[in-house]
């Protein structure tokens, strides 16, 4: 398993719907395939990953009236190469989402 997190100036309900929400997901998260399998908003969700042998687990904290926190787990990676590979890509990707999302509350 590997982990990421940012901290991103949003409500942590917005955060939660960046995940969420179809649309907005494939913006910062451009084909991938999450499958959602249970979600407590705007708390946590978990996930199948692209063909289910995988399972992202994403959890969602309020830092504050306008801040708040994602932290994920990608889990049952085949192999470290995998892991290595899966550890940098959800960096960059929460990056872009960290972007996206207070880019566009100005």
Same mark, same amino acid.
Request: proline residues 4%; hydrophobic residues 40%; aromatic residues 6%.
């Given at each position: ?23 907005? &997901? ?8 999450? &499958? ?31 801040? =708040?926190?994602?932290?994920? =787990? ?15 890509w959800? &960096?960059? &990707?929460l ?12």
């Open positions: 398993a590997v982990g990421a997190s940012k901290t991103i100036a949003v409500p942590v309900e917005r955060l939660f719907e960046a995940f969420e929400d179809e649309t907005l &997901r494939e913006r910062w998260l451009p084909r991938a395939e999450l &499958r959602l399998r249970t979600a407590t908003a705007p708390r946590m969700a978990r996930y199948d990953w692209e063909d289910g042998s995988t399972r992202v687990i994403v959890g969602f904290e309020a830092a504050g009236e306008a801040k =708040s926190r994602v932290a994920l =787990s990608h889990e049952r990676l085949p192999d470290a190469d995998t892991a290595g590979e899966m550890k940098a959800w &960096r960059d &990707r990056a872009a989402l960290k972007a996206q999302l207070e880019e566009g509350r100005r």
